[in-house]
Structure formats: C-alpha cells, structure tokens
C-alpha cells in the first residue's frame, strides 16, 4: 500500500473590507505573508481564470469513436 504525504506550500484568502479587496498569500515553509490590492473586475473575473488554470493543468482527453 503506497502512502502519500500532503505538505502545505502556500495558503490564500482573498478579503474584502468595506468594499475593498485585498489578496492574502503566506508562504507556509518560509513564514511570510505578502499582500496585494485586487480590483473588483478581477475578483468578478477569478471563477472564470480558475476554470481556465483548472482545464490547462487537467486536460480532458478527447473522445475516441466505436
């Protein structure tokens, strides 16, 4: 039986504050926060780009015929 070990890298929130949006990301292994302000168009986008990352990293194989 194989066993596998999950190790968190990075953690991110995204946040919002009185109409504000703010991109939350620490860096688990070095102890490190880093902040960044997000515009509202690309927080309405970000389902949309995940979708997107999602399909590039796992492609669907095309179908075959009978």
Same mark, same amino acid.
């Given at each position: 039986?194989?066993?596998?070990?999950?190790?968190l890298?990075?953690?991110?929130e995204?946040?919002?504050?009185?109409?504000?949006? !703010?991109? %939350?990301?620490?860096?688990?292994?070095?102890? =490190?926060?880093? #902040? *960044?302000?997000?515009?509202k !168009?690309? %927080?309405?986008?970000?389902?949309?780009?995940? =979708?997107?990352? #999602? *399909?590039?990293?796992?492609?669907?194989?095309?179908?075959?015929?009978?």
């Amino acid at each position: 039986m194989e066993t596998t070990t999950r190790t968190l890298l990075f953690a991110a929130e995204l946040v919002e504050e009185n109409g504000t949006y !703010t991109l %939350v990301v620490e860096d688990v292994r070095r102890g =490190s926060v880093q #902040t *960044a302000p997000v515009p509202k !168009t690309m %927080v309405d986008k970000l389902p949309v780009f995940l =979708s997107t990352l #999602t *399909a590039k990293l796992n492609p669907v194989p095309p179908r075959r015929g009978w």
